[in-house]
């Protein structure tokens, strides 16, 4: 049973936009949160940015002021709006349940000219 999955990577100019979105379900939601991790080629997976059950937000410093994150509670899903986008953002993109070792599968975010 899938309980998270990414959509919304692709590939984008420097400074442009995209926006991920973590499908999950009303019980992570509710019970969880959910966090957003990156992985570049070669390096290990880092913290991008986290939503509580709670609705408490934390950010990456280097995604301050460019990503914000929210839920959407109709769709049960999570998203991940990135602006201001740089070529050091490209990385596969994954989504977690806050406090367990659910994951999704990624989704990979190309950022070139």
């Known amino acids: 049973q899938v309980q998270l999955v990414e959509s919304g990577g692709g590939l984008v100019q420097p400074g442009g936009s995209l926006r991920l979105t973590c499908t999950t379900s009303?019980?992570?939601?509710?019970?969880?949160?959910v966090g957003w991790y990156r992985q570049a080629p070669g390096e290990q997976r880092e913290f991008v940015a986290r939503?509580?059950?709670?609705?408490?937000?934390w950010y990456a410093d280097f995604a301050k002021g460019r990503f914000s994150i929210s839920v959407d509670s109709a769709q049960n899903s999570v998203n991940l709006q990135m602006n201001m986008l740089k070529p050091e953002d490209t990385a596969v993109y994954y989504c977690t349940a806050l406090g367990t070792s659910l994951w999704g599968q990624g989704t990979q975010v190309t950022v070139a000219s």
């Open positions: 009303r019980k992570i939601l509710d019970e969880n949160g």
């Open positions: 939503i509580t059950n709670g609705g408490f937000q």
